[in-house]
């Protein structure tokens, strides 16, 4: 039940470059970009807006077949967009601190700025049009909840704000070990979008693809696949009648 959230996690990142106020700096699990600290000070150390996504809770809570553990059930996905003040730039024509050309950087702009993200966060996921919005959608079966929350604060006179999307997937299963990908499935597309587009400019990437396929490479047969996507044991798989019967000799 992990190979379905690295792809999610990977497809909306994807997804996202290029596409936000945040251009290219979105970020795979980066906690620590958005940081709150013992006594409730919030710091960045990313020197312009950012996009944070990463996976945290999940729960299977519709019961699991025998002891099967391929389910990935709901979960948690978080999209934290950040700005501070020590991001802004200044306007060459006026001198002026501005966010981005024509839009000083104010307290309300900064708000404008988080909300307008979140907003193409949300359309660049539901754009039919992008492959890895597409893929990411394919893995998920829906959406069962949507929170917003926003925090923000003042750190040695560096402000900043953040907005955070949570929402609560239902994501579909992880593959069984031994079994190999229908070419269509969409594990499949996108293992093929990464090899094609993300190994060539990532040796990291890579290895971590090479890694999630090697853990559910192997040649199972009919039996141990089932046994395998459900936790059987023998005993259960003879009493199921699953076990091929042994030959008497006579």
Known sequence: MSLVRVALRICAVEALKGRTLVDGNVLDSQIGALDIAANGSLHTPQEKPFISVYTDDAKVTDG?????????????????????????????????????????????????????????????????????????????????????????????????????????VDAIADPVRGIALKANSPLARFFAKCETELVSRSPDMGRKIALMRAQISGDADEL???????????????????????EVTR
């Open 64 to 168: 699991l077949e025998l002891r099967s553990l391929t389910k990935s059930g709901k979960v948690d996905i978080f999209f934290e967009a950040g700005i501070a003040t020590s991001h802004v730039v200044t306007d060459a024509a006026t001198d002026e601190s501005v966010i981005y050309e024509g839009v000083p950087a104010t307290d309300a702009n900064f708000e404008f700025h988080l909300d307008l993200t979140m907003r193409q966060i949300t359309d660049t996921l539901a754009d039919p049009d992008n492959e890895w919005s597409a893929i990411f959608n394919s893995l998920v079966l829906g959406f069962g909840q949507s929170q917003r929350s926003r925090a923000s604060g003042d750190t040695n006179g560096v402000r900043l704000a953040a907005h955070q999307l949570k929402l609560t």
């Open 224 to 246: 141990q696949a089932a046994m395998r996507r459900y936790g059987m044991i023998y005993s259960e798989a003879d009493a199921m009648l699953m076990t091929p019967a042994f």
